[in-house]
């Protein structure tokens, strides 16, 4: 059992040692919180998700770090360097959700709505070209 313990212990050190998210002696950082619901409903999306890149001049460096929220939808991670953030969400049965944040506060709690996958277009249906399924369904 301690054996365990210790090889996790050490994994986490390792991960945080080389993620591009730790930071630098003196830098500033943040606590970030996310909170991910369903657009339509508000209920929490559990097992989401949450994927961090750090980007500099409009480009997203390479590396980033992987958190999954639980039963309530709320995820977090602590040491985030203040900067821009590109923070990008997958769920199952939701549309991928894709944004940028500027952390610039010790702080910062971002609540994320996901949206269902909306119809798809089709340019080889000819009768209602570019129309989705719903649409489809609607005019029925």
Same mark, same amino acid.
């Given at each position: 059992?301690?054996?365990?313990? &210790? &090889?996790?212990?050490? =994994?986490?050190?390792l991960v945080m040692a080389l993620s591009p998210l730790s930071t630098m002696a003196g830098e500033k950082s943040a606590? +970030?919180?996310f909170l991910v619901i369903r657009d339509y409903n508000g209920k929490?999306? &559990?097992n989401a998700s949450v994927? +961090?890149?750090?980007?500099? @001049?409009?480009k997203q460096e390479r590396g980033g770090f992987q958190l999954k929220t639980d039963l309530d939808g709320r995820t977090g991670f602590d040491g985030v360097p203040y900067g821009t953030l590109r923070i990008q969400v997958l769920a199952q049965?939701?549309?991928?959700?894709?944004?940028?944040?500027?952390v610039n506060q010790p702080e910062? @709690?971002?609540?994320?709505? +996901?949206? &269902?996958? =909306?119809?798809?277009? =089709?340019?080889?249906d000819d009768k209602?070209?570019?129309?989705?399924a719903q649409d489809k369904k609607d005019k029925e």
């Open positions: 059992m301690k054996a365990v313990m &210790r &090889r996790i212990a050490v =994994s986490l050190l606590e +970030l919180k929490p999306v &559990r994927v +961090l890149h750090p980007v500099d @001049e409009g049965g939701f549309q991928t959700f894709g944004q940028d944040y500027q910062m @709690e971002i609540t994320i709505k +996901l949206k &269902r996958p =909306s119809g798809q277009f =089709s340019v080889y209602n070209q570019g129309a989705t």
